[in-house]
């Protein structure tokens, strides 16, 4: 199993960015799949979720609104497209399936700073 997330970087207040996962090694398009963020000396916070299909997606409070997950099954991707961002939200975006986690990728990492 390999979970590579990419597309993060450094915005203004108020930008946007749009991060992608790509995953493989396993059946991609039976589980639902999730963004979440970590900043250092916090635990890992749930940020979205998207179901198999991609018919049903759910939001933490502090995102919604913001944020919009989605999936190409054909590509075996992952996304997550950021708007409004705020200086709240620089952390480390990982992805991984719901349910029993596979081994965590290296993150991308999203710093909004003016």
């Not at 450094?10 to 900043?39: E, I, K």
């Not at 018919?55 to 190409?72: E, H, Q, W």
């Amino acid at each position: 199993v390999q979970l590579v997330e990419s597309g993060g970087g450094l915005v203004q207040p108020g930008g946007s960015l749009r991060l992608s996962c790509a995953a493989s090694g396993f059946r991609f398009s039976r589980y639902a799949m999730n963004w979440y963020r970590q900043v250092p000396g916090k635990e890992r916070e749930l940020v979205a979720t998207i179901s198999s299909g991609g018919g049903s997606t759910n939001y933490a409070d502090s995102v919604k609104g913001r944020f919009t997950i989605s999936r190409d099954n054909a590509k075996n991707m992952v996304y997550l497209q950021m708007n409004s961002l705020k200086p709240e939200d620089t952390a480390v975006y990982y992805c991984n399936r719901g349910g029993i986690l596979y081994p965590w990728g290296q993150g991308t990492q999203v710093t909004v700073s003016s």
